[in-house]
């Protein structure tokens, strides 16, 4: 190891070169630059973009479309509610109805019947008394009768 | 071979010659190995595009991502996308020219003259990008307002003219010395480090050099793309060096 390389390389500058060597390398690197950007172009961005582009397309035409049939399901979610509420409503309205016919319909039976026992235990009353009256007029005459034969007995045997 | 591992070579070049013209061999070498290796990732990447990305589509519509947002956040959201390619280019090319300079072993490839390096630490490269920075620009504002881009010169006031001039000259400057001071001094630093200690001390250098070399790249595609957006917009209002 030595410096020779260094102090060798000061020579070479002052002799021909060195670091700000000027020469036909710069409209190469110039011409060579704009051919990259013409390939990068056509190889790299562009296509790039594309896909890019054409995938920002897709995911915005999917959420959109996802948005709608949220909205939809929303929607149908909501008249589904809407339908039950007003299904159980009505159901409520029949069941009471149907209750209050059943009220009726059994106050009304009830009523009938009683008056149908209060017909029956009447006209029970009535008969018994009709046949209390005829056993009461039998037993009269047949009082009247023995009477007579109990007299007729003392009498006879006076 | 020890000293060929921690020699350090500064301002020697691997001369080609091309007619009269003379070029940077090593820089051109790297420099299609980054070309290439961009090109063989986006090729692969882009060569079966999938609505749900994975592995290296994931990867590379990150880094797209990442270049969109800056040429956004500079240019503006309806005026980045004609731009996008180039601010783009500028980043990844710098990035990975920094990052292959930083993390392959080029010390292990012996030139005749000169070694491999990022080509981001040689001037003509940095020129190169900044001088297109400028064209870019220029190219911006005026399709887009015709010679009444050059209008700016004299807003808010024509005091302000020489300043104005002094911009378009001060803007690629400043880009072009920026990327090659920081990319050539971190190769120097490191290279230093390993010719004094040649295990374990020159590795926090290094990693300093990666985060270097991708904020580098950063920067640079920022500024390509703030220029640019200035000059679309056009009123007064430049921002100085950064």
């Keep these: 190891m030595s410096f020779q390389p260094i102090l060798l390389a000061v020579e070479v500058t002052e002799k021909s070169g060195g670091l700000f060597d000027f020469d036909a390398t710069l409209p190469i690197m110039a011409i060579q630059f704009l051919l990259l950007v013409a390939i990068l172009n056509s190889t790299f961005f562009q296509p790039l973009l594309q896909t890019i582009d054409s995938r920002n397309d897709y995911i915005r035409d999917t959420n959109n479309d996802a948005k709608a049939r949220l909205a939809q399901a929303e929607q149908l979610a909501l008249d589904y509610e809407r339908e039950t509420a007003e299904t159980r409503k009505t159901a409520q309205i029949m069941i009471e109805t149907a209750q209050a016919e059943a009220n009726r319909i059994k106050a009304e039976a009830i009523a009938q019947a009683n008056l149908e026992a209060q017909a029956q235990i009447a006209a029970a009353k009535a008969t018994i008394e009709e046949q209390k009256a005829i056993a009461f007029a039998q037993l009269e005459g047949e009082v009247s009768g023995l009477s007579r034969q109990i007299l007729e007995r003392l009498v006879g045997t006076v | ?242």
Excluded at chain 2, 62 to 71: G, K, R, S
Excluded at chain 2, 144 to 160: D, E, H, M, N, S
Aim: charged share 15%.
């Design chain 2, 1 to 242: 071979m020890m000293i060929n591992f921690a020699a350090l070579e500064v301002g020697k070049h691997f001369y080609w010659h091309i007619g009269k013209l003379e070029v940077h061999g090593q820089v051109l070498i790297v420099t299609w190995i980054v070309i290439a290796v961009l090109v063989i990732l986006s090729s692969l990447a882009t060569r079966n595009l999938k609505r749900i990305p994975d592995g290296l589509q994931n990867f590379m519509e990150y880094a797209l991502e990442f270049v969109q947002d800056v040429a956004k956040t500079a240019i503006g959201e309806r005026e980045y996308r004609p731009w996008l390619p180039f601010v783009g280019t500028f980043f990844l090319f710098i990035l990975v020219s920094n990052w292959l300079g930083a993390l392959v072993p080029w010390k292990l490839i012996t030139l005749p003259e000169g070694e491999l390096a990022a080509p981001t630490s040689d001037i003509n490269t940095t020129v190169a990008l900044a001088l297109l920075v400028s064209g870019l620009y220029f190219w911006a504002g005026i399709s887009k307002k015709g010679l009444g881009y050059f209008a700016r010169y004299v807003q808010p006031t024509p005091i302000l003219l020489p300043i104005n001039i002094l911009e378009d000259f001060t803007k690629p400057l400043s880009l072009s010395f920026r990327l090659f001071g920081n990319i050539l001094a971190d190769e120097l630093v490191v290279g230093v480090l390993v010719f004094l200690v040649p295990v374990f001390v020159p590795l926090p250098m290094m990693a300093l050099g990666l985060f270097a070399g991708s904020i580098q790249a950063l920067i640079f595609a920022t500024l390509a793309a703030t220029y640019i957006g200035e000059a679309l917009e056009g009123h007064g209002e430049e921002e100085h060096g950064h």
